[in-house]
Nanobody
Framework: QVQLVESGGGSVQAGGSLRLSCSAS????????LGWFRQAPGKEREGVAA????????YYADSVKGRFTISRDNAKNTVYLQMSSLKPEDAATYYC????????????????????WGQGTQVTVSS
């Protein structure tokens, strides 16, 4: 089992930045793909970004390319999401997710690929 705990959410004005963090309870996460998803009220949960275990491959949703950056520190079992140039449409609950233990690659941002989920952290963007 891997437990994921997100932090760093908050309220920001459009154009601002936030950095989300997600800490994993197990070093299994350091050998697994980690990703970020988000869900706005009334909408489906969607993939935002993901990174393979060794950091070789990254995946981004088209809507965040050039604005969001995913990174990870395997020594700390932590993945980050740096969000810049935030827009009101970025407002959502952001979830950290991990593929099954030892699954190095991500294979994309399909929700069904990820088996471990955090509780989420809220991001509000005002115009």
């Amino acid at each position: 089992q891997v437990q994921l705990v997100e932090s760093g959410g908050g309220s920001v004005q459009a154009g601002g930045s936030l950095r989300l963090s997600c800490s994993a309870s197990s070093d299994i996460a350091s050998r697994s793909c980690l990703g970020w998803f988000r869900q706005a009220p009334g909408k489906e949960r969607e993939g935002v970004a993901a990174m393979s275990a060794g950091g070789e491959f990254t995946y981004y949703a088209d809507s965040v390319k050039g604005r969001f950056t995913i990174s990870r520190d395997n020594a700390k079992n932590t993945v980050y999401l740096q969000m810049s140039s935030l827009k009101p449409e970025d407002a959502a609950t952001y979830y950290c997710a991990a593929r099954a233990g030892g699954v190095w690659s991500c294979g994309g941002l399909s929700r069904s690929l990820y088996v471990y989920w955090g509780q989420g952290t809220q991001v509000t963007v005002s115009s």
